[in-house]
């Protein structure tokens, strides 16, 4: 997994490429709570996440509450078929602000629908 962060307005979009798995997910939480320091919204862009398991997503729990420990923000946007269903059979639309696209998620667009 490789993640590349920019700032886009207020927020700093996290660009997640490979997977979310055990082996991944203390990276992507130790890079979560250092840029948690400059900024408390954040952007993950799932568009190249190929796969995530149940590690990975209490990974982006964690992340959530990091964030908001801080009093920010956390979106995603992007998600493919393939992390679409495990976020439906796990309920994680009903914890995470979820968006069709970065534009969406950027300007408070409409939340998606499960």
Excluded: W
């Amino acid at each position: 997994m490789e993640s590349n962060i920019t700032n886009v307005g207020e927020f700093f979009v996290v660009a997640i490429v490979g997977k979310i798995t055990n082996h991944t997910s203390p990276d992507l939480k130790a890079t979560i709570k250092y840029h948690t320091a400059e900024n408390s919204k954040f952007l993950f862009d799932l568009t190249g996440v190929s796969s995530i398991d149940s590690t990975g997503l209490g990974c982006l729990v964690h992340c959530q509450r990091i964030i908001a420990g801080k009093n920010g923000v956390m979106r995603i946007c992007c998600i493919s078929d393939e992390v679409k269903i495990i976020f439906q059979v796990t309920g994680a639309y009903d914890i995470f602000e979820i968006y069709d696209s970065q534009e969406f998620a950027l300007e408070l667009g409409t939340k998606v629908a499960a």
